[in-house]
């Protein structure tokens, strides 16, 4: 910049000197000038670098700020999506028709109510505070070391309605939906406002909108047994259900929406650089990889105990006295954000959100 001054200051007293040998020989400026000359040249130069230096710094301080608007960014869209997920994961929790509470529920089949594992009703929610060592997730491979999990049990999903009263050794029901069916061999809940039991449906014929069904008895761990039990030991006395009057026209058949949600490695994950994700394994279904960074989760439940007068409070999943009634699911969820090379940012870009879901049906 000095030697531009420099240069600046000489070219403006060779043309004064120009100017003054021109006047003698009696020529005019006009006559002289044809183009630019060497002062606007240098001039233009000068000021094209000192804007040039300007947009330079501009753009150097605008870098860290265009970083975090895009950090931002990412905040508020992973908050979004996993705000509305959440609610769509626990939304069939303890889910048993309009029956209140499963102590009428009676299990028809073969396995015990203590291996029922995701057939089981309740509880709706269950937190897995070492889900590497959990039976239910020993088939998931990459689990997150030091993530917690989450069980989720439920009959949500409606299959058929009795349409006459159950009695003798076959069922009929119509159907919920024009692609809904219950096939042999099904694990199916029925379920009034009085009762419910589990069986595995046999013998099914589908027909003009309707589903004709029978429970007969085998001897497979999912067939059904001559008889149920209810979790506390009581004794089914009618008609696949726990007392009479037994289940009539309108009752709903449902089929289970149990599934895990935990963390594990995503399918962009590589060995240099693991990359892991949120995950949901529906019974029966193939594992769905949800959200892509979530390294961590954490959950505690929130419930109501009747000691000292009725206690409200939050409790880790060891924690939670045996008469507490839950009424919400407190999460919290490390994420860390993903650029478009699949690669993890560094951890100033790692950032943490919680979240409290009400549970209607645990």
Same mark, same amino acid.
């Given at each position: ?38 002062? *606007? ?14 947009? /330079? ?20 869209? $992973? ?8 609610? *769509? ?36 929610? &269950?937190?897995?505070?070492? =889900? ?25 999903? =409606? ?46 014929? $589908?027909?003009? /909108? ?8 085998? &001897? ?6 001559? $008889?149920?039990?209810?979790?506390? /030991? ?9 007392? *009479? ?37 529906t019974m029966g279904a193939n594992a769905l990889e949800l959200i ?12 109501w105990h009747p000691d000292h007068g009725g206690v409200i409070g ?28 699949? *690669? ?13 879901? =009400?549970?209607?049906?645990?």
């Amino acid at each position: 910049m000095r030697l531009l001054l420099c240069a600046v200051h000489r070219a403006l007293f060779i043309q004064s000197r120009h100017l003054e040998h021109a006047a003698e020989m009696g020529l005019t400026r006009a006559t002289l000038q044809r183009g630019m000359g060497l002062m *606007e040249l240098l001039l233009a130069v000068v000021l094209g670098m000192t804007l040039l230096a300007g947009l /330079g710094r501009l753009l150097a301080h605008s870098l860290p700020l265009q970083q975090s608007l895009v950090v931002q960014a990412e905040r508020q869209e $992973h908050m979004a999506l996993l705000n509305h997920l959440w609610g *769509e994961l626990l939304q069939g929790a303890g889910a048993l028709g309009c029956l209140g509470t499963a102590d009428t529920v009676v299990n028809f089949l073969n396995t015990q109510w203590s291996a029922l594992g995701l057939l089981a009703p309740l509880p709706g929610v &269950e937190i897995i505070a070492q =889900p590497t060592t959990a039976p239910l997730f020993a088939s998931i491979l990459d689990l997150a070391e030091d993530s917690q999990a989450l069980v989720v049990r439920g009959y949500g999903a =409606p299959r058929a309605m009795l349409s006459e009263d159950l009695a003798g050794e076959r069922g009929r029901a119509i159907l919920s939906a024009d692609d809904s069916r219950i096939n042999s061999g099904d694990i199916v809940m029925i379920s009034d406002c009085r009762q419910a039991s589990i069986f595995s449906a046999t013998s099914t014929r $589908h027909s003009g /909108g309707y589903v004709r069904f029978s429970w007969q008895a085998g &001897e497979g761990a999912l067939a059904n047994s001559d $008889h149920g039990l209810t979790q506390d /030991g009581a004794v089914s006395s009618a008609t696949l259900a726990l007392s *009479e009057p037994g289940f009539a026209e309108g009752a709903g058949l449902y089929a289970p929406t149990s599934s895990l949600i935990y963390v594990a490695e995503s399918r962009l994950s590589i060995a240099e650089r693991p990359i892991y994700a949120l995950w949901q394994k529906t019974m029966g279904a193939n594992a769905l990889e949800l959200i892509t960074g979530v390294e961590r989760l954490y959950f505690r439940y929130g419930a109501w105990h009747p000691d000292h007068g009725g206690v409200i409070g939050y409790f880790d999943a060891e924690h939670l006295p045996d008469d507490a009634q839950v009424l919400l699911l407190s999460i919290l969820v490390n994420v860390s954000v993903i650029d478009d090379q699949a *690669e993890a940012t560094n951890e100033s870009v790692s950032f943490s959100m919680s979240f409290s879901v =009400p549970l209607s049906g645990n």
